[in-house]
């Protein structure tokens, strides 16, 4: 199916201003002396960023990592009141883990495609 030029550049300025809306949140969540809650924060932007993304590359595993991403900032923000070294690590490793995992299954599903050329 072809996209068209306008909603593949609407679907992009989405993504960038939920990215940019989430960051803001972030800073605003360090600002107020909240800063255990900027990683939660930023993971689930990020998250929240490959929704957009997946409709303008056709590409439906992003909507499991937005999935993923979302909800490892949810379980951060319940989990971390009992053990506050989980404000940082449950949101960063599970981050990496996802966004590779990501990464690993899109090149594995692509076998055919020549990652040599340009």
Known sequence: ??????????????????????AWL???????????AIAPVICAGVGLHFV??????GVR????????????AAVTFVLAASAPALWTMLPGIGAAITLYATCIALLAWNPAKDLTTA
Request: net charge neutral.
């Open 61 to 72: 595993a992003y909507y499991a990592t937005a999935a993923v991403m979302c909800l490892l």
């Open 52 to 57: 957009p993304l997946a409709r303008l590359f």
């Open 1 to 22: 199916m072809e996209r068209s030029p306008a909603l593949q550049g609407v679907a992009f300025g989405v993504s960038i201003l939920s990215f940019f809306a989430l």
């Open 26 to 36: 972030g800073w605003g969540t360090g600002s107020h002396l909240h800063t255990d």
